[in-house]
């Protein structure tokens, strides 16, 4: 079944570095464009970051740009989010989603999420 | 970037009732709004798209309705497994944006 898993979470120090993963399944990953978004405890929805399908373009909100990259490598089937000097409001659950496509941008698969802590 | 305001930011409705939960965008964003349902230590799940399309598998007592700035999503009669938190969010222009969310809490 289409499915998203994301990988790579954990407690980090501020100001230090962490790389999510998200593995896709279940669907042909390279024709879909992908984004990050993230949910601070007891917070809404945020959104991070977006890679189109070839990985040839990539977009940031204006809160991780600089710090964060995102990248994909369409012959694992797999999305990254690199995250670097991170801060304490950076903490929150990571979520892979996938674009519905046909000219819908919204988010129609949603990965588990991965939470990340940033804490001295 | 558009601020998406939801209201209320909770509601209270008795099971079978109908629920009406709003959207407003601070500048107009088409029918390109989606809303998302998000229940305790889950992901959000897409309801509708386009405004007024409902996603696969969601069922008919979900619609939704509006263009430009004002939307809305109305649940027709209440099911307990409704009760959750509701999102909207336009991907009208860079950045998407969503709402603040509405609490939809049994009564």
């Known amino acids: 079944q289409v499915q998203l898993v994301e990988s790579g979470g954990g407690v980090v120090q501020p100001g230090r570095s962490l790389r999510l993963s998200c593995a896709a399944s279940?669907?042909?990953?390279?024709?879909?464009?992908m984004h990050w978004v993230r949910q601070a405890p007891g917070k809404g929805l945020e959104w991070v970051a977006l890679?189109?399908?070839?990985?040839?373009?990539?977009y940031y909100a204006d809160s991780v740009k600089g710090r964060f990259t995102i990248s994909r490598d369409n012959s694992k089937n797999t999305l990254y989010l690199q995250m670097n000097s991170l801060r304490a409001d950076d903490t929150a659950v990571y979520y892979c989603?996938?674009?519905?496509?046909?000219?819908?941008?919204?988010?129609?698969?949603w990965g588990q999420g991965t939470m990340v802590t940033v804490s001295s | 970037e558009i601020v998406m305001t939801q209201s209320p930011a909770t509601l209270s409705v008795s099971p079978g009732e109908r629920a009406t939960l709003s959207c407003r965008a601070s500048?107009?964003?088409?029918?390109?709004l989606a809303w998302y349902q998000q229940k305790p230590g889950q992901a959000p799940r897409l309801l509708i798209y386009?405004?007024?399309t409902r996603a696969t598998g969601i069922p008919a007592r979900f619609s939704g309705s509006g263009s430009g700035t004002e939307f809305t999503l109305t649940i027709s009669s209440l099911q307990s497994e409704d009760f959750a938190v509701y999102y909207c969010?336009?991907?009208?222009?860079?950045?998407?944006?969503f709402g603040q969310g509405t609490e939809l809490e049994i009564k």
């Open positions: 279940g669907f042909t990953f390279s024709n879909y464009d």
């Open positions: 890679i189109l399908f070839d990985g040839r373009s990539e």
């Open positions: 989603a996938r674009v519905l496509g046909g000219g819908v941008w919204a988010f129609d698969i």
């Open positions: 969010q336009q991907y009208n222009s860079w950045p998407y944006t």
């Open positions: 500048q107009s964003v088409s029918s390109n």
């Open positions: 386009g405004a007024s």
